[in-house]
């Protein structure tokens, strides 16, 4: 799979003279649309560069990704193209573990490291599979896969009341569930960048276990911070989360 560099990467409000860049990855069935309004609260020194996974929006027309390692190839190319300015690596749920591997790929590559990495709702990668929770199957009926969607709060009430709009919900999600339950975790990676764990205080795991499993792959500056909400937090939360994708670690220079 090759990526088009230019739809594979969408700049709400370009900022070419900005001195850094925050990165966004999305979640299991999502775009890029829930990360747009974050370009009008980011400082002015900080472009939002969203990165498109392949079969939707301006890649609509482009194949899902096969498996997991297709799709983090995938985003490898597009944060590539992104790596001459500083830059933080930001991903929710499943994007946390795609930013964390992601992350552990681009040093494996010898490309600039973003100068932090930040993920989101998403528990360990090594523990993803030992932890089950409330995520959905690939396998799974549309009526229970759109009755997760909604309860969680990725199916708004204007989508879930279009057919067609359902249906295309529905295709996402089975896409990247695919994807998702292909992804093994080595063993290996670890990551030396400064990491910052976000996790919802009514999420379905505790927050201490998030917190202890995640340093156990950081080895530089660390930081884990329970906030309000679940899985996609509140929505003024969510709205405020560019906050703590630039905020300066505890003891670090600005």
Same mark, same amino acid.
């Given at each position: 799979?090759?990526?088009?560099? /230019?739809?594979?990467?969408?700049?709400?409000? &370009?900022?070419?003279?900005?001195?850094?860049?925050?990165?966004?990855? $999305?979640?299991?069935?999502?775009?890029? /649309?829930?990360?747009?309004?974050?370009?009008?609260?980011? @400082?002015?020194?900080?472009?939002?560069?969203?990165?498109?996974?392949?079969?939707?929006?301006?890649?609509?027309?482009?194949?899902?990704?096969?498996?997991?390692?297709?799709?983090?190839?995938?985003?490898?190319?597009?944060?590539?193209?992104?790596?001459?300015?500083?830059?933080?690596?930001?991903?929710?749920?499943?994007? $946390?573990?795609?930013?964390?591997?992601?992350?552990?790929?681009?040093?494996?590559?010898?490309?600039?490291?973003?100068? /932090?990495?930040?993920?989101?709702?998403?528990?360990?990668?090594?523990?993803?599979?030992?932890?089950?929770?409330?995520?959905?199957?690939?396998?799974?009926?549309?009526?229970?896969?759109?009755?997760?969607?909604?309860?969680?709060?990725?199916?708004?009430?204007?989508?879930?009341?279009?057919?067609?709009?359902?249906?295309?919900?529905?295709?996402?999600?089975?896409?990247?569930?695919?994807? $998702?339950?292909?992804?093994?975790?080595?063993?290996?990676?670890?990551?030396?960048?400064?990491?910052?764990?976000?996790?919802?205080?009514?999420?379905?795991?505790?927050?201490?276990?998030?917190?202890?499993?995640?340093? $156990?792959? /950081?080895?530089?500056?660390?930081?884990?911070?329970?906030? @309000?909400?679940?899985?996609?937090?509140? @929505?003024?939360?969510?709205?405020?989360?560019?906050?703590?994708?630039?905020? @300066?670690? &505890?003891?670090?220079?600005?």
């Amino acid at each position: 799979m090759r990526t088009d560099s /230019a739809a594979a990467v969408y700049r709400p409000r &370009p900022r070419p003279r900005a001195g850094r860049v925050l990165v966004c990855l $999305s979640y299991c069935g999502g775009g890029t /649309a829930p990360f747009r309004q974050w370009a009008e609260v980011l @400082p002015e020194d900080v472009e939002l560069a969203l990165v498109c996974y392949p079969g939707r929006e301006a890649r609509f027309g482009t194949p899902f990704a096969r498996d997991w390692v297709a799709l983090r190839d995938d985003v490898v190319r597009a944060v590539r193209g992104l790596t001459g300015r500083p830059y933080i690596l930001f991903g929710h749920s499943m994007g $946390s573990w795609m930013a964390f591997e992601t992350a552990a790929q681009l040093g494996r590559l010898g490309a600039a490291p973003p100068s /932090a990495l930040v993920v989101s709702g998403g528990v360990a990668p090594h523990r993803r599979r030992e932890v089950r929770g409330q995520v959905p199957r690939s396998e799974d009926s549309d009526d229970a896969l759109v009755r997760w969607m909604r309860e969680f709060g990725q199916m708004t009430t204007v989508v879930a009341n279009e057919p067609e709009l359902v249906k295309l919900a529905l295709e996402l999600l089975r896409a990247d569930l695919v994807v $998702s339950e292909s992804y093994r975790f080595t063993g290996g990676p670890r990551v030396s960048v400064p990491l910052r764990v976000l996790y919802g205080a009514e999420d379905s795991e505790p927050f201490a276990e998030v917190e202890r499993h995640w340093r $156990s792959l /950081a080895d530089g500056a660390f930081e884990a911070v329970e906030l @309000p909400g679940g899985h996609f937090y509140t @929505p003024e939360v969510w709205s405020g989360l560019p906050r703590w994708c630039t905020l @300066p670690f &505890p003891g670090a220079a600005r």
